[in-house]
């Protein structure tokens, strides 16, 4: 198993962006997701400008703003009449160098996110998850073990284990989030593992 600085649990637009700035700032990272592809729904529409004053140190401004289309307005329909239309030009003008709402379906952007990635080495490991951790004695050490699921009859289950560091943040309401994981390099695989 290729050893990394960072293991990143999940890769929705979080992930993907987290692993974008780690790399970016030459921390090696390996992200997992246990999917077998992105997402293929829409989800989040709008951009934020804040996220767009951001991804510019991600060199990802532009392409979100070429990708996706602005809202000059908003209409509200009832019974197929329009009653009413709110402008949106020029919404945050003065305060953002990005004045105006912008739609970036999530599906469309967490591929931009992928491609991004895998132009700077990183793929995402898909079928694979984190399938539990354990907080150990001086807090942060622990055992987790990740699952890859592969397609292959005479193998239909692996069980890797990986022993190493993991990141965990505090949730503001409260417990732990898994941030990342330094590897130590260890791995075990069980071919046909039940779960
Ligand atoms: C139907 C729907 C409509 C939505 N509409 C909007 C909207 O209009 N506007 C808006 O702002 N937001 C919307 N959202 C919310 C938006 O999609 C989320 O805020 C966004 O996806 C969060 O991104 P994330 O990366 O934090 O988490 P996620 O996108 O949830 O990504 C987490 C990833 O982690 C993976 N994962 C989880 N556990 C493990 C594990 N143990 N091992 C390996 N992988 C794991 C999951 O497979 C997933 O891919 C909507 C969500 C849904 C479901």
Do not use: C
């Amino acid at each position: 198993m290729e050893q990394s600085d960072v293991l990143i649990v999940g890769a929705g637009p979080t992930g993907l962006v987290l692993a974008l700035w780690l790399t970016k700032a030459g921390v090696k990272v390996r992200i997992i997701d246990k999917t077998a592809g992105p997402g293929t729904t829409s989800r989040a529409l709008a951009v934020q400008a804040r996220t767009l004053e951001l991804y510019r140190q991600l060199d990802l401004t532009d392409a979100v703003v070429a990708r996706g289309h602005r809202v000059p307005a908003a209409n509200f329909w009832i019974g197929g009449e329009r009653k009413a239309r709110i402008s949106l030009d020029g919404i945050g003008k003065g305060a953002t160098p990005y004045p105006f709402l912008h739609i970036f379906p999530q599906d469309e952007h967490e591929k931009l996110l992928i491609e991004r990635l895998e132009a700077l080495g990183v793929s995402v490991e898909r079928r694979t998850e984190l399938v539990s951790f354990a907080e150990k004695e001086g807090g942060i050490t622990a055992q987790i073990d990740l699952k890859f699921l592969v397609d292959h009859a005479s193998s239909p289950n692996q069980l890797v284990t990986v022993k190493g560091r993991l990141l965990l943040t505090r949730k503001p309401s409260g417990g732990w989030q898994i941030f990342g994981y330094h590897l130590s390099r260890s791995a075990v695989a069980a071919k046909g593992a039940s779960r």
